[in-house]
């Protein structure tokens, strides 16, 4: 890895951890509810400086979400992550398939700001299904299996037509520029 590598990596360690550490600003709360913004530098690695980029920065964002869920966890459901399997490894598999979707849409012949918009808009989504995916093991729905996964169909679709729908737009909204600002500070 190189010098210059090595200095954006850690830029985006410094975002996603201060993301992470100043309340509200990574991950705002809403009473019962949390958004988070700290996904988008982990698009932001995958998208202008590649695949291990998005790895380093999708571990960044594990630990430092582990870190707030042991320093002020909000809700009983926030306290799950102070377990690294719901707050790292979601976030690793995360900065994986960044790295890998943006390898393959950048291979399409279209307009740049829409690969960067699908890119943001569904490594969202794919983020939620992972974290709530991994959720649903530790909440311990009961019931036979079909009950289960209807209770775990309508907890996924509850939270990505709420939280996740708003995490995706915020992500396109604010990836396209800032996309565009690294790749002229990168050259």
């Known amino acids: 890895m190189k010098t210059r590598q090595i200095t954006f990596n850690a830029m985006l360690i410094a975002i996603t951890a201060l993301l992470a550490i100043v309340p509200n600003l990574g991950i705002i709360t809403i009473g019962p509810v949390s958004l988070t913004i700290m996904h988008i530098p982990v698009i932001l690695a995958g998208i202008v400086f590649g695949f291990q980029s998005a790895v380093i920065t999708g571990l960044t964002f594990g630990v430092s979400s582990m870190f707030v869920a042991m320093t002020r966890g909000v809700t009983p459901v926030d306290l799950l992550f102070i377990n690294p399997v719901v707050s790292v490894l ?98």
């Not at 979707?101 to 808009?121: C, E, Q, S, Y």
């Not at 995706?168 to 396209?176: E, F, R, S, T, Y």
Request: net charge positive; hydrophobic share 60%.
């Open 90 to 187: 979601p976030r690793l598999l995360f900065g994986i398939s960044v790295g890998l979707l943006w390898n393959t849409i950048n291979r399409l012949k279209i307009n740049d700001d829409i690969k960067i918009g699908v890119t943001a808009f569904v490594s969202t989504v794919v983020h939620a299904v992972f974290v709530l995916g991994i959720l649903y093991f530790f909440l311990g729905f009961t019931g036979d299996m079909l009950t289960q996964f209807s209770q775990w169909a309508l907890f996924i679709w509850g939270i990505l037509l709420t939280n996740t729908f708003i995490e995706a737009v915020a992500a396109v909204i604010l990836c396209i520029p800032l996309v565009r600002v690294l790749r002229k500070i990168k050259k």
